[in-house]
């Protein structure tokens, strides 16, 4: 059972067996990329702790998924995480039986440098977080796992006494919301947030590699990839 290996340009290599795209996809259309100011962050510093650093890269995130009223925002950094930041909506009009729901990853990155720029290092760990986590949508049995993950947790990081890992919503919503999941349907989209990325400045390299991403989670599993980034 050898391990499959997946290059930047979408070739892959299976043991001795290595197989070329047949079609090379065009670059990341680098409108679609969207821009934050990360002025009031520290691009090198990535997670925020159990201090909650207010000047990380998550905790930058969180605040601005905060304005955009989600049902449960959820940090699942560390060891064995789905991804850096979950973010939950009930869909409909009556959230206690939802039409959808759709589920949001986010994962970040720190900065290789100091300002940011066309760095491929800083695309390449973070495209490769998004791609492996889009297995969480294998099948609806392993969407609704993830909200079993996110409960156990939680459970872990109260048992040693650490801050709550629910920056939104509350450990009962989240239970209820894994039984909703059983019937309800479930979607997922899938961000990178890496402030060391230009937008302006973008590299060829770099939006080929976010084109291979994309063209992964769309032919896999049909899942919308977005970017953040700096201007």
């Known amino acids: 059972n050898p391990p499959v290996i997946w290059f930047a ?13 047949k079609n090379h996809q065009p670059p ?8 934050l100011d990360w002025s009031d962050t520290d691009i090198r510093k990535e997670a925020q702790g159990a201090a909650k650093d207010a000047d990380s890269i998550q905790a930058k995130l969180i ?22 930041i979950v973010a939950i909506r009930l869909i409909g009009d009556d959230k206690t039986n939802p039409t959808e729901i759709a589920l949001e990853f986010y994962h970040c990155k720190r ?19 998004a791609q492996k986590s889009v297995l969480w949508a294998f099948s609806h049995e392993k969407s609704t796992d993830l909200f079993t993950h996110l409960l156990r947790r939680e459970a872990a990081r109260r048992d040693t006494s650490g801050p709550s890992r629910l920056e939104v919503g509350s450990h009962e919503l989240l239970v209820t919301i894994r039984e909703m ?11 990178i947030a890496q402030p060391g990325f230009s ?3 973008a590299s060829r390299e770099q939006l080929e590699l976010l084109s291979v991403t994309e063209n992964y989670l769309m032919e896999t599993y049909r899942k919308s990839f977005g970017i953040i980034a700096s201007a």
Do not use: W
């Open 111 to 129: 900065s290789g440098g100091p300002q940011s720029g066309a760095r491929l290092d800083d695309l390449y760990e973070v495209c490769g977080q």
């Open 9 to 21: 340009d979408g070739s892959n290599l299976e043991g001795n067996e290595y197989t070329e795209l």
């Open 63 to 84: 605040r601005e998924l905060r304005a955009q009223n989600h049902d449960m925002i959820i940090d699942d950094h560390s060891k064995g995480e789905a991804a850096d």
């Open 199 to 201: 937008k302006s400045q």
């Open 28 to 35: 990341f259309n680098a409108e679609k990329i969207t821009i």
């Open 181 to 191: 999941s059983l019937s309800c349907p479930i979607s997922l989209k899938i961000f």
